[in-house]
Every structure is written in C-alpha cells, then in structure tokens.
C-alpha cells in the first residue's frame, strides 16, 4: 500500500521560500509511470494544483504559479519536493502531496495534507 | 484554464434521500472527468473517474454520469458518513481544475 506523507516547516515568513518534501513509502517513486503532484487548499476554500514531475523527472507547473516553483525529485530517498519563493500571505493554505498513475488525470493517492502559515 | 462550476455550494438531505450534484465545465472536456470526497481535515478521497467509473473499494451508491461540459455525481441513498464535501477535477487540459466543491450535510 503506498503512502505519502508531507514534511516542512509549517511557519514561513514573508518574502521567503516555502519548502515542503513528500516521501513515498510501500512502493519506489522511480518504478512505473507515475505523476507526482502538489495540490494546495486555503482554509475553507478549495483545490488547486501546484505542479507535478514524472518519474523521469520532467516538470510541469500551473502557469499562475509557475515563476515562483520548483518541483525536484530524490530518487535515492524516495522524495520529491516542493519549492515557492517570495511567499505571501495568500499562499498560507494545507499542502497536498499526491500521485497520478500516467494517463489517467486522476489523484490516488494523497499525503495527509501539511499545513503552511505565511506570517512575520 | 478551464473553469468548473459545481452546484450547489451546499445541501442538506435527509438519510437515505437521492443527492445530485453537477458540476460544469467551461468548455468541452469529452469525459474527462473525476469525483472526489473530503471530510473534514482530512486529503480528498478518489471516488469516479473518467465520468462514471466507481474506483475500487467505494460503495455502488455513488455514481457519476456526463461528457462534454455537464456532469452529475449521485449518492442514491444518503448515509451519515457521506457528510463531507464533494470536488470535481478536469483532466482534459493542463492545469487539472477543481470546482468549489459541495458540502454535503444531514438534515
């Protein structure tokens, strides 16, 4: 049974860079086709999708975040990792990590959720 | 990106009552289309994908229906563990989009 599960400080202040990893147990990141995403959710408010690298290693971001990410992979730990520079205080929200089996466009597996506060 | 409209933001049902939601794309999405359930605090839970397939392990009162830009998500029965609230998710275009979501509570 694989399992996600999100790790990071959960204060970050203004300005800085927000980093988050996810490590996958049950299960290696490099074997098979698989995404591996960041979905993001402000309080009482909904999903939105982060960006994703494939076991290969190639990137894709949404657009309206893409300048200020950065998805990596450690194969060697079984890690994959999130990058946000230049927070503010609306990127305060529970950080998702997740796995999308190629070709399919959905999520089957979640992280428990991390959540991040932006504040001086 | 494509923008998804579900409706209603929330509704209270009685148990054992039929709950319908839809949820609506802003363009032609063929069926490519997911359902997800989040109770409170905790990560959304798959429950259909590509429209109407039921993914393994949830119950058959669930049911998905739709392509193109309209689509609907049906408990047939309510049961109190259903309270949660209810996303769709577009594939058919990067980025994936979520609607807002529909709370679903007993009455």
């Known amino acids: 049974q694989v399992q996600l599960q999100e790790s990071g400080p959960g204060l970050v202040k203004p300005s800085q860079t927000l980093s988050l990893t996810c490590t996958v147990s049950?299960?290696?990141?490099?074997?098979?086709?698989?995404?591996w995403s960041w979905i993001r959710q402000p309080a009482g408010k909904g999903l939105e999708w982060i960006g994703r690298?494939?076991?290969?290693?190639?990137?894709n971001y949404n657009p309206s975040l893409k300048s200020r990410v950065t998805i990596s992979v450690d194969t060697s730990k079984n890690q994959f990792s999130l990058k946000l520079s230049s927070v503010t205080a609306a990127d305060t929200a529970v950080y998702y990590c997740?796995?999308?089996?190629?070709?399919?466009?959905?999520?089957?597996?979640w992280g428990q959720g991390t959540l991040v506060t932006v504040s001086s | 990106d494509i923008q998804m409209t579900q409706s209603p933001s929330s509704l209270s049902a009685s148990v054992g009552d039929r709950v319908t939601i839809t949820c609506q794309a802003s363009?032609?999405?063929?069926?490519?289309l997911n359902w997800y359930q989040q109770k409170p605090g905790k990560a959304p839970k798959l429950l259909i994908y590509d429209a109407s397939n039921l993914e393994t392990g949830v119950p058959s009162r669930f049911s998905g229906s739709g392509s193109g830009t309209d689509f609907t998500f049906t408990i047939s029965s309510l049961q109190p563990e259903d309270i949660a609230t209810y996303y769709c998710q577009q594939y058919d275009n990067l980025p994936p989009t979520f609607g807002q979501g529909t709370k679903v509570e007993i009455k």
């Open positions: 363009q032609d999405i063929s069926n490519y």
């Open positions: 997740a796995r999308e089996p190629a070709g399919t466009g959905f999520f089957d597996y």
């Open positions: 690298i494939y076991t290969s290693g190639s990137t």
């Open positions: 049950g299960g290696s990141i490099s074997s098979g086709s698989y995404y």
